[in-house]
């Protein structure tokens, strides 16, 4: 079993950072890729950036220039460093992380959610 959890969101005005953080836990062989994706209601969850286990990334490029993905293999845990807020950019975001366990190959996991708020 894998355990996938966010934190770090909340709300902040136009201009200002949040870091978002997820740790993902139990019986990890290895994870993939990691990455952060977001949903307004009605519409579609999108990918806002996904990183490799060797660093690699990609951005949305509705963020590209204001958020930065990074992640520490050793602790399991990806953040994504959010600057120059804009209101939209209000949305729930979700942790996601390919994990291979004892038991499967590489398989998709996703955190709860966490909500971010910009204000104008």
């Known amino acids: 079993q894998v355990h996938v959890a966010e934190s770090g969101g909340g709300l902040v005005q136009a201009g200002g950072s949040l870091r978002l953080s997820c740790a993902a836990s139990g019986s990890i062989v290895s994870i993939n890729t990691m990455g952060w994706y977001r949903q307004t209601p009605g519409k579609q969850r999108e990918l806002v950036a996904a990183i490799t286990k060797g660093g690699s990334t990609n951005y949305a490029d509705s963020v590209k220039g204001r958020f930065t993905i990074s992640r520490d293999n050793a602790k399991n845990t990806v953040y994504l460093q959010m600057n120059s807020l804009k209101p939209e950019d209000t949305a729930v975001y979700y942790c996601?992380?390919?994990?291979?366990?004892?038991?499967?190959?590489?398989?998709?996991?996703w955190g709860q959610g966490t909500q971010v708020t910009v204000s104008s």
């Open positions: 996601n992380a390919i994990v291979r366990t004892p038991w499967d190959t590489g398989r998709n996991y």
